[in-house]
């Protein structure tokens, strides 16, 4: 049998070499296991040729095994195997591994390493396995920290930042907050460069106290560039033998806030001035009575101080319960409504002082309020009394006037009925007597006797229609209603106007002043409708109704206009509301264009007599005036 052929001399020392490298590791193993990092030694196959004792301890005895198989129970080199880098490129290689042991999932970082000969070639790879599962449970821990506080800190309502006792930022969150310029925020810029564009520290610098004495503090500050507003607080971070090591400072931009305020403080002061100065007196009460604030005017208007009423509780004020503002009052903060009246109260001077009030509700504090303004209001109160008195004297003037010129136009009346009338008869008697006794043959002085006769006629005639003008005599004979139905058809026969008369009754019964005011009222408005109104016919109704006698008269016309009612010159409307309300009355005068105009009036009945007595107390005196 043939003899084996001898390896070469090189095969042997290629052989060899791995050998002599264990040898060599070997006698490095104490320095080895010192090191505490597991360490193995791979081929340029991957087969394991060394491990040692601590990586025998974490992933067992794997020597003469591939590591590919050992490791990850795979039949080829791992993708991305930092080892095979290594084989390729002769550099180390680092990476991070989660490999499954016997107990847990670790994580240990694996640093790969050539191991070459004199010559310079690889011949195996050494790989340093540190198990960094602590480390890495620490980074993550760490992350989620960090990634907790950037949460907090960017949900932050500001800018947080961390300085050190140099007043350098070493932390910020300023990138999500603008009011930061961007060219403040590169490297770790002084604080003070940032807020307040200065190359040293400020004069008081809250920051800087706070390092010193390690107190919170929290302070506001204004930029001296664009004027805005910082509130900035300054919390210590201290160390374990509690020196202060960083300052945190929370900064809000608080410039709307602060116009806002001096908004407020404006508006306060704008109302305090108002409330000082105002003529008008102005309270606040809580709904539960108690006064809450008062001004200078309503003090001096009931005689008091400011500070009196402020003690005072208006539910208990029998100024309050007497005059009906306590009941007001009420009413107001139950319904919500405003609510406004005059009262009468006498101040603590004995003076008798007119008010008017306005109650308001409100609400301040989520609670019922209520705002009572007082004017003082005495002197237009005496003005008003003075008109009022005034206007009643007038209107009495009037009244008199008119019953002057009405008794006249009576005793005129009568006069041309009774002297006149008689002596014209008595002349048409003579003439007619004067012409009987003329001879025969006369024909001249009987014709002039005949013209002399007929112009006695016109002149009786004409005398009879001045007398029933200045007072129709059935009127006074026949009253009230019959004097309607006369002056109507009259109307009708001078103007072809129709005319319709409706009567409550005949029996309509009043004295004699409101006869007389009725049937004036009633002529004026027909002397209207002949004058303005266009109209082709007159409707009128006299009433007499719940002790009141009620006129009212229609036309068809063009209708009086809102302006033609309240011209100052239109003195016959005015002469009918001033007949009115003389007797009490009232008169209402309305037109709509195109179909006509309304006048109503009534007076109250007084004075109402029984018809037998009619004629004997409405008899118009001879004696003047003071029927």
């Given at each position: 049998?043939?003899?084996?052929?001898?390896?070469?001399?090189?095969?042997?020392?290629?052989?060899?070499?791995?050998?002599?490298?264990?040898?060599?590791?070997?006698?490095?193993?104490?320095?080895?296991?010192?090191?505490?990092?597991?360490?193995?030694?791979?081929?340029?196959?991957?087969?394991?040729?060394?491990?040692?004792?601590?990586?025998?301890?974490?992933?067992?005895?794997?020597?003469?095994?591939?590591?590919?198989?050992?490791?990850?129970?795979?039949?080829?080199?791992?993708?991305?195997?930092?080892?095979?880098?290594?084989?390729?490129?002769?550099?180390?290689?680092?990476?991070?591994?989660?490999?499954?042991?016997?107990?847990?999932?670790?994580?240990?970082?694996?640093?790969?390493?050539?191991?070459?000969?004199?010559?310079?070639?690889?011949?195996?790879?050494?790989?340093?396995?540190?198990?960094?599962?602590?480390?890495?449970?620490?980074?993550?821990?760490?992350?989620?920290?960090?990634?907790?506080?950037?949460?907090?800190?960017?949900?932050?309502?500001?800018?947080?930042?961390?300085?050190?006792?140099?007043?350098?930022?070493?932390?910020?969150?300023?990138?999500?907050?603008?009011?930061?310029?961007?060219?403040?925020?590169?490297?770790?810029?002084?604080?003070?460069?940032?807020?307040?564009?200065?190359?040293?520290?400020?004069?008081?610098?809250?920051?800087?106290?706070?390092?010193?004495?390690?107190?919170?503090?929290?302070?506001?500050?204004?930029?001296?560039?664009?004027?805005?507003?910082?509130?900035?607080?300054?919390?210590?971070?201290?160390?374990?033998?509690?020196?202060?090591?960083?300052?945190?400072?929370?900064?809000?931009?608080?410039?709307?806030?602060?116009?806002?305020?001096?908004?407020?403080?404006?508006?306060?002061?704008?109302?305090?001035?108002?409330?000082?100065?105002?003529?008008?007196?102005?309270?606040?009460?809580?709904?539960?009575?108690?006064?809450?604030?008062?001004?200078?005017?309503?003090?001096?208007?009931?005689?008091?101080?400011?500070?009196?009423?402020?003690?005072?509780?208006?539910?208990?004020?029998?100024?309050?319960?007497?005059?009906?503002?306590?009941?007001?009052?009420?009413?107001?903060?139950?319904?919500?409504?405003?609510?406004?009246?005059?009262?009468?109260?006498?101040?603590?001077?004995?003076?008798?002082?007119?008010?008017?009030?306005?109650?308001?509700?409100?609400?301040?504090?989520?609670?019922?309020?209520?705002?009572?303004?007082?004017?003082?209001?005495?002197?237009?109160?005496?003005?008003?009394?003075?008109?009022?008195?005034?206007?009643?004297?007038?209107?009495?003037?009037?009244?008199?006037?008119?019953?002057?010129?009405?008794?006249?136009?009576?005793n005129i009346a009568r006069e041309i009925h009774d002297e006149l009338a008689q002596t014209l008869t008595v002349l048409k008697m003579d003439l007619t007597w004067l012409k009987k006794k003329l001879p025969v043959g006369q024909n001249p002085?009987?014709?002039?006797?005949?013209?002399?006769?007929?112009?006695?006629?016109?002149?009786?005639?004409?005398?009879?229609?001045?007398?029933?003008?200045?007072?129709?005599?059935?009127?006074?004979?026949?009253?009230?209603?019959?004097?309607?139905?006369?002056?109507?058809?009259?109307?009708?026969?001078?103007?072809?106007?129709?005319?319709?008369?409706?009567?409550?009754?005949?029996?309509?019964?009043?004295?004699?002043?409101?006869?007389?005011?009725?049937?004036?009222?009633?002529?004026?408005?027909?002397?209207?409708?002949?004058?303005?109104?266009?109209?082709?016919?007159?409707?009128?109704?006299?009433?007499?109704?719940?002790?009141?006698?009620?006129?009212?008269?229609?036309?068809?016309?063009?209708?009086?206009?809102?302006?033609?009612?309240?011209?100052?010159?239109?003195?016959?409307?005015?002469?009918?509301?001033?007949?009115?309300?003389?007797?009490?009355?009232?008169?209402?005068?309305?037109?709509?264009?195109?179909?006509?105009?309304?006048?109503?009036?009534?007076?109250?009945?007084?004075?109402?007599?029984?018809?037998?007595?009619?004629?004997?107390?409405?008899?118009?005196?001879?004696?003047?005036?003071?029927?």
């Amino acid at each position: 049998m043939a003899d084996k052929k001898k390896p070469s001399t090189h095969q042997e020392k290629v052989r060899s070499t791995p050998i002599r490298l264990l040898e060599e590791i070997a006698k490095s193993e104490v320095i080895l296991e010192a090191i505490g990092d597991a360490i193995s030694v791979q081929d340029r196959t991957f087969k394991i040729i060394y491990e040692n004792k601590v990586h025998r301890k974490i992933f067992g005895d794997h020597v003469g095994e591939y590591c590919y198989k050992a490791y990850k129970k795979r039949e080829d080199v791992c993708d991305g195997c930092n080892l095979a880098l290594t084989f390729k490129d002769g550099a180390v290689h680092k990476v991070l591994r989660e490999l499954q042991t016997d107990k847990e999932t670790r994580y240990f970082e694996i640093t790969s390493s050539p191991l070459k000969d004199t010559k310079g070639k690889i011949i195996a790879g050494i790989e340093v396995v540190r198990d960094v599962t602590e480390r890495k449970r620490v980074d993550e821990s760490l992350k989620k920290t960090e990634n907790l506080l950037t949460s907090i800190f960017a949900a932050l309502d500001g800018l947080l930042i961390v300085i050190d006792k140099d007043l350098r930022v070493v932390y910020s969150n300023w990138k999500e907050h603008e009011f930061i310029p961007k060219e403040k925020r590169l490297g770790h810029p002084y604080c003070y460069e940032v807020f307040k564009y200065l190359k040293a520290p400020c004069e008081y610098c809250p920051p800087k106290e706070t390092f010193i004495d390690g107190k919170f503090r929290i302070y506001e500050d204004q930029n001296p560039v664009d004027g805005s507003y910082k509130e900035i607080s300054a919390s210590p971070v201290f160390d374990s033998t509690g020196k202060v090591v960083w300052v945190v400072q929370h900064v809000r931009d608080i410039t709307e806030r602060k116009k806002a305020e001096r908004l407020i403080t404006d508006a306060l002061t704008f109302n305090k001035t108002i409330l000082r100065t105002s003529p008008i007196g102005i309270v606040t009460f809580k709904a539960s009575g108690q006064c809450v604030s008062a001004n200078d005017a309503i003090a001096k208007m009931v005689g008091g101080t400011v500070e009196k009423l402020l003690k005072q509780d208006f539910r208990r004020l029998e100024s309050w319960k007497r005059s009906g503002m306590l009941e007001a009052a009420e009413d107001v903060l139950a319904t919500g409504t405003v609510k406004t009246m005059d009262i009468n109260v006498v101040s603590t001077f004995g003076k008798e002082v007119w008010f008017a009030c306005r109650f308001v509700p409100f609400q301040f504090e989520d609670q019922p309020h209520l705002l009572a303004l007082f004017t003082d209001i005495s002197k237009r109160k005496r003005v008003e009394e003075e008109l009022r008195k005034s206007e009643q004297q007038l209107r009495n003037l009037t009244a008199y006037a008119q019953k002057v010129a009405e008794i006249e136009r009576t005793n005129i009346a009568r006069e041309i009925h009774d002297e006149l009338a008689q002596t014209l008869t008595v002349l048409k008697m003579d003439l007619t007597w004067l012409k009987k006794k003329l001879p025969v043959g006369q024909n001249p002085m009987t014709e002039k006797i005949n013209t002399m006769l007929k112009a006695i006629d016109r002149t009786i005639e004409t005398m009879k229609r001045i007398a029933t003008d200045l007072r129709p005599g059935i009127l006074d004979d026949l009253g009230l209603a019959a004097a309607i139905e006369w002056q109507a058809e009259e109307f009708q026969k001078q103007t072809g106007i129709k005319c319709k008369v409706a009567l409550d009754s005949e029996d309509i019964i009043l004295d004699r002043d409101r006869n007389t005011a009725i049937f004036r009222i009633f002529q004026e408005t027909l002397t209207n409708v002949a004058r303005h109104a266009k109209a082709t016919q007159v409707t009128v109704s006299l009433k007499e109704k719940e002790g009141k006698i009620k006129l009212t008269v229609k036309d068809n016309g063009k209708g009086i206009t809102k302006e033609e009612i309240a011209h100052p010159k239109s003195y016959g409307l005015m002469g009918i509301g001033e007949r009115a309300k003389i007797l009490n009355g009232n008169s209402i005068i309305k037109g709509v264009h195109g179909k006509g105009t309304s006048v109503t009036v009534e007076i109250p009945v007084h004075q109402k007599k029984k018809k037998e007595s009619y004629l004997l107390n409405n008899t118009p005196s001879t004696t003047g005036v003071t029927e």
